[in-house]
Nanobody, 112 residues
């Protein structure tokens, strides 16, 4: 059974940091490009960042470039998103995804 389980979300003040994790199981994680997407209340799903199967080919949305860092540990079947200098507009449900699945998401709220 393919599973993606996100964790690490929470409430943080503007300027703060969070590290999201996504634990993968049920498929060959190391073979897949992995992606973080997010959805804010009342808005469409937004692509945030992607990383190639071996950790290269990293891309970011302009809205997070220079603040977020995507990484993966294929030995642990885990995807990460380090989020720094968080802004209120980063508030959203964050999901990890690939071509065959998407997780249930973890909520990130940036507010003072």
């Amino acid at each position: 059974q393919v599973q993606l389980v996100e964790s690490g979300g929470g409430l943080v003040q503007p300027g703060g940091s969070l590290r999201l994790s996504c634990a993968a199981s049920g498929f060959a994680f190391r073979r897949y490009i992995m992606t973080w997407v997010r959805q804010a209340p009342g808005k469409e799903l937004e692509w945030v960042s992607s990383i190639g199967s071996t950790g290269g080919s990293i891309r970011y949305a302009d809205s997070v470039k220079g603040r977020f860092i995507i990484s993966r540990d294929n030995a642990k079947n885990t995807l990460y998103l380090q989020m720094n200098s968080l802004k209120p507009e980063d508030t959203a449900q964050y999901y990890c995804a690939n071509s065959i699945a998407r997780g249930q998401g973890t909520q990130v709220t940036v507010s003072s």
